[in-house]
């Protein structure tokens, strides 16, 4: 809104020139008792939008990021806010600073808020899905998130949750494989098979030196690589598969009842919660592989 008043300064300001010719009154965003109807709207008053318009815009794009519809996973918000807060200490502590000094308190305000939510924010889980994203993974360090606290972290959960879940994984695997004829077939087995008998503290270095992804890749990237990549990372895999299921917001979800609400309708009352559910999973996948098509 700020912005579109700032490219209507030229007309606004010819507006009020030929409202003041012709009447007296009050005109200004801080109206006084005092003043005229078609004031001039002075320069400071200009600078002070312009000013807050440059403050906000990163959280516009933030806020585009984290709401829209390419699934933003929950790894994703510590690097989100870590930038909002390098922009904020940025703008306070630049050498020209604000040309108004509401748009100063107003940063100020906004930077102790966010420090409020920064632990929040690094949570154990946050921390966990941050290192099990591909795009997130290289810039922990940079991003102030101690990696062996969470490599600590992500081994804890693993033992906790995980490692029973993998080897019954594994004895069923290996009691249904019959033992095929092809040697090259052989040598990818055994070679399968080594990677399983690694310890998850191997696994775990192994993958957090992967070279990681582009930061500006989407979740859709994000799935598509572990479905080629799973088996280097069988473990990560099966971890990553729950924590980057986390939206970092709720949108996702919001659309996902919206699109309840246009499946039931006074001609399709009668429809189970089954049926209800299965019709709108569906359509979500549709809509998923049909984005991911036209991105390649």
């Known amino acids: 809104m700020l912005n579109s008043v700032l490219m209507l300064k030229k007309l606004l300001e010819e507006l009020l020139h030929r409202i003041r010719e012709r009447h007296d009154g009050f005109t200004s965003f801080l109206i006084k008792p005092f003043d005229d109807l078609a004031k001039r709207i002075e320069e400071v008053t200009w600078h002070a939008?312009?000013?807050?318009?440059?403050?906000?815009?990163?959280?516009?794009?933030?806020?585009?990021?984290?709401?829209?519809?390419?699934?933003?996973?929950?790894?994703?918000?510590?690097?989100?806010?870590?930038?909002?807060?390098?922009?904020?200490?940025?703008?306070?502590?630049?050498?020209?600073?604000?040309?108004?000094?509401?748009?100063?308190?107003?940063?100020?305000?906004?930077?102790?808020?966010?420090?409020?939510?920064?632990?929040?924010?690094?949570?154990?889980?946050?921390?966990?899905?941050?290192?099990?994203?591909?795009?997130?993974?290289?810039?922990?360090?940079?991003?102030?998130?101690?990696?062996?606290?969470?490599?600590?972290?992500?081994?804890?959960?693993?033992?906790?949750?995980?490692?029973?879940?993998?080897?019954?994984?594994?004895?069923?695997?290996?009691?249904?494989?019959?033992?095929?004829?092809?040697?090259?077939?052989?040598?990818?087995l055994e070679e399968h098979d080594q990677i399983a008998d690694e310890p998850f503290a191997g696994e775990l270095n192994r993958w957090m030196a992967h070279a990681p992804m582009n930061m500006k890749q989407s979740s859709r990237d994000v799935c598509s690589w572990f479905a080629v990549n799973q088996a280097m990372y069988p473990r990560i895999q099966l971890m990553a598969r729950d924590y980057l299921a986390l939206t970092a917001t709720s949108v996702p979800s919001e659309c996902a009842f919206s699109r309840a609400g246009t499946t039931i309708n006074k001609r399709r009352a009668r429809l189970g919660d089954d049926a209800v559910q299965a019709i709108c999973e569906l359509q979500s996948l549709l809509a998923f592989n049909a984005k991911s098509r036209r991105r390649d």
Do not use: W
């Open 49 to 188: 939008m312009q000013d807050f318009c440059d403050f906000l815009k990163p959280f516009k794009d933030a806020t585009a990021l984290m709401s829209a519809s390419e699934y933003p996973t929950l790894g994703m918000v510590i690097p989100v806010m870590h930038i909002l807060l390098q922009h904020i200490h940025r703008a306070i502590v630049a050498n020209e600073g604000f040309r108004s000094r509401h748009a100063m308190r107003f940063a100020t305000a906004v930077e102790e808020k966010l420090k409020d939510y920064e632990a929040l924010v690094k949570r154990s889980e946050v921390m966990i899905a941050a290192a099990l994203d591909p795009r997130v993974k290289g810039v922990l360090v940079n991003v102030g998130v101690n990696v062996e606290e969470v490599m600590t972290l992500i081994t804890n959960d693993y033992e906790a949750e995980y490692q029973q879940a993998c080897e019954a994984k594994r004895q069923v695997l290996q009691s249904s494989l019959a033992r095929p004829s092809s040697d090259l077939f052989l040598n990818l």
